[in-house]
């Protein structure tokens, strides 16, 4: 029973770790390559269907085949189009929130740079009074000389970082905007796609529809149908 | 002190770098704001009493100050290494592309499809005009047929249309936000040189507070040291005796009330232990700490066994064995070849207390570590009492 518990944990184990794997931005590209792989099929069954079906009788079984065929194949690219979405719907969503946490810890930096500065001017400060207390020959005045100074260089240091700080935060901020309407309209793409699948399957079924008329209205006769012109 | 600091902040870097966290950096402000208030109102008016004090109380006063200062040195340099590594983290999420799509491709697709979706409604077209002009209702069927077909075929070509929309405005984002990711990614490069710089300096200074508190206590006056533990019973401390810090040597004349040069073997010789509250150190704290003294041939052999309460994030060996030897001379500072069990050197001095029953120790041990093993506590000092 153990063994088995820990055959069915490992397993799991190795699909959180295919799972992690597709979620790679690599493997968006694979699933992207998917995708265009089979609308690349589609569009083939698509292009030739109408010439292919001009070429039988209306009443030829292979006419609404033809055609659920090409419906099928259509279906299977809008699946693989979705799946390939959502991934690019989480990645977008993450990409938002890295940016937004940035953005936030650049904020922060702002702050902490403003109090770093402050600390080390009170310490100049209080180092001089210091400074004055201490006997002109003493040995101490060459280290806290030093140490007035290298304070006074970490300030001058903040200032050329909280320069830089500010300059990226405009970068960052244009950054965030960018990526929370990149989310929105991966949203709006990931949305799409069911009505795109409906569409389709309403234009198909009207084609098998227009398909089974033509044979109603011509029995098993050899009556000609619709002209077809060679692309 | 420096290699403390460097130590301190290298361990706590190393922490942070595996699992790329953001550290706290608010946190660590915090704390050095802390540190920075505990070394001002720990001693405003030492260097204005510095000619005034006792010596000894002196002595106390300026380590505890040098101690503050190391503790604000470690919070400063603490910061620097977060302010360091937010800016990295920052810069290696900006640089990453997590996964935009190329979009040209998927919009070369849908194009292809508008383009077929044109030619068939053309031909479309054409059928229902051919068939609008046949009155059979057979055929009137298949054009109703045909013209169901039309709608739901323009149904599809707005939702084309509707996506084009939707990836021309993707690209477009996508095209401003790789503009402004560039800047963004230079910013963070200068981020992370500032913050890299910032510790460079916040290291000298660590070297600047131990060489000016040195150097403050040099300014004392010849004032005499009273003896402040009574002998025999150094637990009854009143007063803090200073650890005698490196540089002092036996070759400046020995100021009034320090005790005297001894070359007396029995001066050295027995067990030494550290107190258990209240003991003076210098560097980690011991929390135990035994040193055994004898003579043999001239020459003084001892061993030191510590244990060291190490500071959070300080990775080093707690546990410090070092065995020592040299000449009995007749100095104040005796000075000693050390190696650790580790067969790692140094040298080892040896400091009479300011009563009999008192030495001061201070080590300092050479760099090369056995590759498997923690660092070893390199440097420090403490005041031990005779058993």
């Not at chain 1, 979405?85 to 890295?98: I, M």
């Not at chain 2, 109703?144 to 323009?154: P, V």
Request: a positive charge; one cysteine or more; charged letters at 25%.
């Amino acid at each position: 029973m153990c063994a088995r518990i820990l055959f069915l944990l490992s397993l799991s184990g190795l699909f959180a770790a295919v799972e992690a794997q597709t979620s790679a931005p690599a493997g968006l590209g694979l699933l992207q390559q998917n995708a265009e792989k089979k609308t690349t099929a589609w569009l083939n069954l698509h292009a030739t269907f109408e010439d292919n079906l001009s070429r039988l009788l209306p009443c030829d079984a292979r006419a609404v085949k033809t055609i659920e065929d090409v419906n099928r194949s259509s279906d299977a690219r809008i699946e693989a189009w979705i799946t390939y979405t959502a991934q690019w719907r989480s990645l977008a969503a993450t990409e938002s929130r890295n940016a937004k946490r940035t953005e936030a810890e650049l904020n922060a930096q702002s702050g902490v740079l403003q109090a770093e500065k402050l600390q080390l001017e009170n310490q100049i400060a209080d180092l001089r009074t210091r400074r004055a207390a201490l006997p002109a020959t003493s040995e101490a005045l060459k280290p806290l000389d030093q140490l007035i100074d290298l304070n006074s260089q970490r300030i001058a240091a903040i200032s050329d970082r909280t320069a830089a700080l500010d300059a990226a935060k405009q970068s960052v901020a244009t950054l965030v905007s960018a990526a929370e309407s990149r989310a929105a309209a991966v949203d709006k793409e990931a949305a799409q796609w069911t009505d795109q699948a409906a569409r389709w399957r309403a234009y198909y079924a009207a084609r098998i529809s227009r398909a089974k008329t033509e044979c109603a209205i011509t029995g098993q006769s050899t009556a000609p149908r619709a002209p077809r012109k060679k692309q | 002190m420096t290699r403390r600091l460097v130590l301190a902040a290298s361990a706590a870097f190393c922490a942070l770098t595996p699992a790329q966290q953001t550290p706290d950096i608010t946190k660590l402000s915090a704390d050095s704001a802390a540190a920075y208030k505990t070394w001002r109102e720990r001693d405003p008016k030492l260097e204005s009493e510095v000619r005034t004090a006792a010596k000894a109380t002196l002595d106390a006063r300026i380590l505890r100050s040098a101690d503050d200062a190391q503790k604000m040195t470690i919070a400063r340099h603490e910061l620097a290494d977060a302010a360091f590594q937010a800016a990295k983290n920052a810069l290696d999420a900006l640089d990453k592309d997590l996964g935009t799509p190329v979009l040209d491709l998927q919009l070369a697709a849908l194009q292809r499809q508008q383009k077929q979706l044109e030619q068939d409604a053309s031909l479309l077209d054409r059928n229902i005009k051919v068939f609008a002009a046949d009155k059979d209702p057979g055929i009137q069927k298949v054009k109703t047929e045909m013209e169901k077909e039309r709608t739901a075929m323009n149904a599809v070509r707005d939702a084309l249309a509707g996506e084009e929309k939707t990836l021309t405005a993707l690209k477009l984002i996508g095209d401003r936000g790789e503009a402004a990711r560039t800047p963004a990614v230079g910013r963070y490069g200068e981020l992370m040189s500032a913050a890299r710089q910032d510790r460079d300096r916040i290291e000298n200074e660590s070297a600047l507070w131990q060489a000016y508190y040195q150097a403050l206590g040099k300014v004392a006056p010849a004032e005499v040291s009273k003896t402040t533990i009574a002998p025999g019973n150094p637990r009854e401390e009143t007063t803090r005796v200073p650890v005698l810090r490196p540089g002092r040597e036996s070759t400046v004349p020995p100021k009034s009330g320090v005790p005297p040069i001894v070359a007396d073997a029995s001066r050295w010789t027995g067990a030494w232990t550290y107190p258990p509250t209240n003991g003076l150190f210098s560097g980690e704290e011991p929390e135990s700490a035994e040193i055994i003294v004898r003579e043999q041939d001239g020459q003084l052999v001892g061993t030191l066994n510590a244990r060291f309460r190490l500071q959070k994030g300080v990775l080093r060996d707690p546990v410090l064995r070092i065995d020592f030897n040299g000449p009995l001379t007749a100095t104040r500072t005796l000075k000693m070849t050390a190696v650790t069990a580790d067969r790692v050197t140094g040298t080892l001095e040896l400091l009479p207390g300011s009563a009999g029953n008192l030495i001061e120790v201070s080590w300092q041990l050479g760099a090369s570590q056995p590759s498997k093993a923690l660092p070893k506590v390199r440097q420090g000092g403490m005041v031990l009492w005779k058993k």
